[in-house]
């Protein structure tokens, strides 16, 4: 379908970050002008969706699900629990999603992409902390 | 020995059980048969019996229980979880594969599996097939799914996958098909619960050279994941499904839309997609005929309001995620401003099983649900439209687990609302769900137990839509903002009987002003938990709150 529009815009989107981590001002520039779309679309696109980032990311990544099963579960006092450690220092960016869909093992965490099912602030802290070199 | 010829291990590695170490499982004991095999073959000085076959299959149900394995072995199945299994995902897999190997080896010589008619794996609990979980299902759109392995078009072949394309494309009569969907009865299985043959019939009649099918796998509800495990399980249903829309009104093109929070599903998808072009059930004159369809993958980006409809098209047009006003419908001006066709991924999973069936034997038909919160045994499980959510609940979910009872199930997620356990009677179709307030949804049932606090539950819901509001209509952007301050503002205790008008006032507001079903249906958790529980709201209103502080000393 791509002779009716530029329309690869997200896979592309998705592609360049799989690649670089992040959509850097340069990477957003190169984009807009090898599809022949406006900087506004390609950044106006961008912005839209959550998967997006704009700023590197850190050497790991956990996010707590907080889909309706999590939550009813423990899920807010999870995410409480691992506010308060430095995990940036550690190398480790805490986030949030809205449900990965294996609910039965709720609360849980996704770290580096890995599930972690029936997680509880102290265990989860004590694996995170694992993960430092 | 024609029952050893049958005798295989199946292990699910759908994404739930592969989060407990279903892959892992399934690797260890694949390695485990083939060195039995090997080292019966050198004893014997012969080639050798095949080794015993252990295939990973898409989601066998009950997902507490998992990781979950399947033994085919004498004409039985038999289901094993490891729910009470304490033990690493590897150090349980390393222990099954070598109980695994030592039972092989001491069939020697005989076909591989025959003796495993018996065999129970080490720390694994069976899961008897007359369990109401198992035994209430009726399996339709996941007849195939745990059976087959979803990587492999010849097992998906050989289980009957593409019998009702052909049949289809033999007959060549498009008014034909959608004259059988409009018999059937068949709703859309989404949410929006529309008539699919009359959506079916209303592209058909569009004019225009080219058309587009679009299959709606951004299953955003959160406790929801139907539409996953149908993907991940027999993605070549779905594709069947399309393929036999695609003829039956006359497009050409289609699209497979899948959240990329399911990252096995969409590998699982594009897989299939290309097995099925290079055997000919995709691309230029399908299995042989003059007709022809292609299909592509398109990955969200993660956006809630990307299962709307018109907000996917635009989405698939590589564009902001945003909802536009309906008419024109999808049906008249959808992607690309052709006319589309746009069911969900279980409605497309649906069409082959009814044409196979015919409608009388089809009936009404099923409902696939996913059965998360504190239950027993919670999963994905598909039973007949019209089952009481009582049933489905306490009888296949074995009720609460938190020891607690039961106080509501939520349904239909941040658009739907709750069902109190006293009305737990209540037939799972739309219209019988609706009347309490809430909806049937895309099939995602979360159980609440006696510990849940419904007005927090509402702001989490209320949270959730004004996070996820696109921003493009007001009564959905800033409406949700007040409605979720107003909620934190009882659950603090500050709030005042005139917030709970005020709170009753402005749902009426965004839920009839607003563009999109993410906007209209965002107060209905709220709607819902007020009119079954009420005195949970009354509870939190402070009457001093409002009133001039005295001032202290």
Redesign the interface.
């Known amino acids: 379908?791509a002779e009716?529009?530029?329309?690869?815009?997200?896979?592309v989107?998705?592609r360049a970050q799989e690649l670089e981590g992040h959509l850097s001002p340069a990477l957003l520039r190169h984009v807009a002008r090898r599809l022949r779309l406006p900087p506004s679309?390609v950044l106006?696109?961008a912005s839209?969706?959550?998967?997006?980032r704009f700023t590197p990311p850190a050497a790991h990544s956990c996010l707590v699900c907080?889909?309706?099963?999590?939550?009813?579960?423990g899920a807010a006092a999870l995410l409480a629990a691992l506010q308060r450690e430095p995990l940036a220092q550690w190398g480790i960016e805490l986030g949030t999603?809205?449900?990965?869909?294996?609910?039965?093992?709720?609360p849980?965490l996704v770290v580096d992409?890995?599930?972690w099912?029936h997680s509880s602030g102290a265990t989860a802290v004590a694996d995170l902390r694992r993960l430092m070199p | 020995m024609s029952t050893a010829a049958t005798a295989m291990l199946r292990v699910c590695t759908a994404a739930g059980c592969r989060s407990r170490g279903g892959e892992q499982l399934r690797r260890h004991c694949a390695t485990a048969a083939t060195e039995a095999a090997t080292e019966a073959a050198t004893e014997a000085m012969a080639a050798g019996a095949p080794p015993l076959r252990v295939k990973g299959v898409g989601c066998l149900g009950p997902c507490s229980d998992g990781p979950l394995l399947a033994v085919d072995a004498e004409d039985t199945t038999r289901l094993f979880g490891f729910a009470a299994d304490q033990a690493s995902g590897r150090a349980r897999a390393e222990r099954v594969a070598a109980g695994l190997q030592q039972r092989l080896r001491a069939t020697g010589s005989a076909p591989a599996g025959a003796e495993l008619g018996t065999w129970r794996p080490p720390g694994a609990h069976l899961i008897p097939a007359d369990d109401p979980f198992l035994a209430l299902q009726r399996r339709l759109v996941l007849e195939r799914c745990g059976l087959i392995d979803p990587g492999e078009l010849d097992d998906a072949l050989a289980a009957g996958a593409y019998r009702q394309l052909r049949a289809v494309l033999e007959q060549d009569d498009p008014a034909a098909v959608i004259a059988a969907v409009q018999r059937s009865g068949l709703r859309g299985r989404g949410g929006a619960a529309y008539p699919t043959g009359l959506k079916w019939q209303a592209v058909a009649a569009m004019a225009g050279q080219r058309k587009l099918v679009v299959c709606n796998g951004d299953e955003g509800d959160p406790g929801a994941f139907m539409d996953r495990t149908v993907l991940e399980g027999d993605p070549h249903g779905v594709l069947e499904g399309m393929a036999i829309a695609a003829l039956a009104v006359g497009a050409d093109h289609g699209f497979v839309y899948v959240r990329a929070e399911y990252p096995l599903a969409i590998a699982r998808v594009r897989r299939a997609i290309a097995q099925a072009q290079r055997r000919g059930w995709l691309g230029t004159a399908i299995g042989g005929s003059r007709h022809g369809f292609d299909v592509e993958v398109r990955v969200g980006a993660g956006a809630y309001v990307c299962g709307e409809e018109t907000a996917l098209i635009h989405s698939i047009e590589g564009r902001r995620g945003t909802p536009r006003p309906r008419p024109p419908y999808p049906a008249e001006r959808g992607a690309f401003g052709l006319p589309t066709l746009i069911n969900n991924v279980e409605t497309f999973a649906n069409i082959p099983v009814l044409l196979r069936l015919g409608c009388e034997v089809y009936g009404r038909g099923t409902k696939v649900f996913s059965l998360t919160g504190p239950v027993r045994r919670g999963g994905v499980l598909e039973v007949p439209l019209g089952t009481s959510l009582r049933t489905i609940v306490e009888t296949m979910g074995g009720g609460s687990a938190s020891g607690r009872p039961i106080k509501a199930v939520q349904t239909g997620g941040p658009s739907g609302g709750c069902v109190p356990a006293s009305a737990l009677d209540v037939p799972v179709d739309d219209a019988s769900l609706r009347a309490l307030g809430t909806l049937l949804g895309s099939g995602g049932l979360v159980v609440l137990d006696a510990g849940t606090d419904m007005v927090d539950l509402a702001a989490f819901f209320m949270a959730f839509s004004r996070e996820e509001s696109c921003g493009k209509c007001i009564p959905c952007r800033c409406g949700t903002v007040q409605l979720e301050l107003l909620l934190r503002k009882l659950l603090a205790r500050r709030g005042t009987a005139a917030d709970l008008a005020e709170l009753e006032r402005l749902c009426a507001v965004v839920s009839s002003a607003s563009l999109c079903g993410l906007g209209q249906s965002a107060p209905r958790p709220l709607l819902s938990t007020l009119r079954h529980f009420r005195p949970e709201y009354t509870a939190l209103l402070n009457a001093e709150a409002g009133q001039p502080q005295a001032v202290q000393p």
Do not use: K, P, W
């Open positions: 379908m009716l529009h530029a329309d690869g815009l997200i896979e989107l998705s679309r106006g696109t839209f969706y959550h998967l997006f907080t889909g309706t099963a999590c939550h009813v579960q999603v809205r449900c990965v869909g294996t609910c039965s093992g709720a849980l992409g890995r599930v099912n």
